[in-house]
């Protein structure tokens, strides 16, 4: 997949494929035989950072979307044009309320709009056209909460557009969002993180926004959030190590400590945790913070208990702790890693199983080195 978009039915398709097959007048999901209580296609960002990811990390260029031949279809018919323009028409509106110097005015209008985007593709794409994400962008640092969270969460919604996302960061919203990350409400944060993550789907935001300074104010997220504060930024944080220069700034924000306290099952971030962990062991800084706040034996503990996915980056994090240091090395066979190891190797995902391949060839050869 290049581009996973999720269907009505929670499935996820290729964009190409699913579009297709919907505009082939099939109303069922492909594999549930479901009927689709809608056709709204959006995007899976948490699957395609994970593609991203596995295709640095196994140094595979990203292919090229799938593009198929353009089917022949019929004009809009006038009920459809004539809902859009009455939609435009109340967009406009709501624009204009967007300059008023009303603070009631500004709440109504920032409000109405977090709700239009929040479900309909044609809406975020009208919003946009009506020019409203250059003004909700200068009302992420109003001084009314309110105004200030309908804002944030309405940009939120519009950024499941792509085209939305490029206009977004263009509308320079990353330091106005980062803003949002150290003085909003509790959801203001949240959905702070949750639109900082949404960007940096975009290759070029993640530069940008770790370039910016949002780093530090999403490790503050993570260590100190709500439950979903946390996600959140987890989230985020994922996205953008992906981008190789990132990873040294979120170990010197202090993610690390915070990883490892949220790998604790009850916290339910596990998953999130250690995919961030694994991508953050890439680098030295990263093992040798892992190593500093305890992480070996958690990651040993994922290796035993976890997920799938999560055994699978844990014992990825683990390869890159043992491949490049004796001591660690030493110190994840003294936690008891080789009988889970083993098992991983015999049931794991066929990722899993090929770094536990490695794992041990490099385990053998690091001890043949020692002794």
């Not at 296609?41 to 595979?60: F, Q, S």
């Amino acid at each position: 997949m290049t581009d996973p978009v999720i269907v009505a039915s929670g499935q996820t398709y290729e964009r190409a494929f699913i579009k297709n097959w919907i505009e082939l007048g099939l109303t069922v999901c492909p594999k549930t035989r479901h009927t689709l209580a809608h056709t709204n296609l959006i995007p899976n960002y948490t699957v395609k950072a994970l593609i991203a990811n596995w295709c640095e990390l196994n140094n595979v260029k990203l292919p090229v979307p799938v593009k198929l031949l353009p089917r022949i279809v019929s004009s809009p018919t006038t009920e459809t044009r004539a809902d859009l323009s009455g939609l435009e028409t109340q967009v406009k509106k709501l624009v204009e309320d967007l300059n008023s110097d009303s603070i009631d005015t500004q709440r109504e209008a920032t409000g109405q709009l977090r709700l239009l985007a929040k479900h309909n593709m044609d809406n975020r794409i009208v919003i946009s056209n009506c020019g409203a994400i250059t003004l909700l962008v200068n009302l992420l640092r109003s001084t009314d909460l309110k105004i200030q969270e309908n804002a944030v969460t309405a940009l939120l919604n519009l950024s499941i557009n792509d085209n939305n996302k490029t206009a977004i960061a263009n509308a320079e919203a990353i330091e106005p969002l980062i803003y949002v990350l150290e003085t909003g409400s509790h959801e203001a944060k949240e959905n702070s993180a949750a639109t900082l993550f949404s960007l940096s789907v975009i290759e070029e935001n993640k530069v940008r926004i770790g370039r910016s300074g949002a780093i530090g104010p999403l490790v503050d997220l993570l260590g100190n959030g709500t439950p979903r504060g946390k996600k959140d930024a987890a989230t985020a944080l994922f996205n953008l190590s992906i981008f190789h220069e990132n990873k040294a700034r979120i170990v010197a924000a202090g993610a690390v400590k915070h990883l490892v306290e949220l790998m604790d099952p009850a916290a339910g971030m596990v998953d999130k945790a250690v995919a961030v962990l694994a991508n953050l062991a890439t680098i030295p800084e990263g093992r040798n913070a892992i190593g500093q706040q305890g992480g070996i034996p958690v990651l040993v503990e994922v290796v035993e208990l976890g997920s799938a996915r999560g055994k699978e980056n844990a014992a990825a994090a683990l390869l890159q702790l043992c491949t490049n240091s004796n001591r660690f090395c030493n110190n994840v066979l003294q936690e008891g890693a080789v009988p889970p190891l083993v098992a991983l190797s015999q049931n794991g995902t066929p990722r899993a199983k090929e770094k536990v391949h490695i794992f041990f060839w490099g385990v053998l050869g690091l001890k043949a080195k020692i002794s």
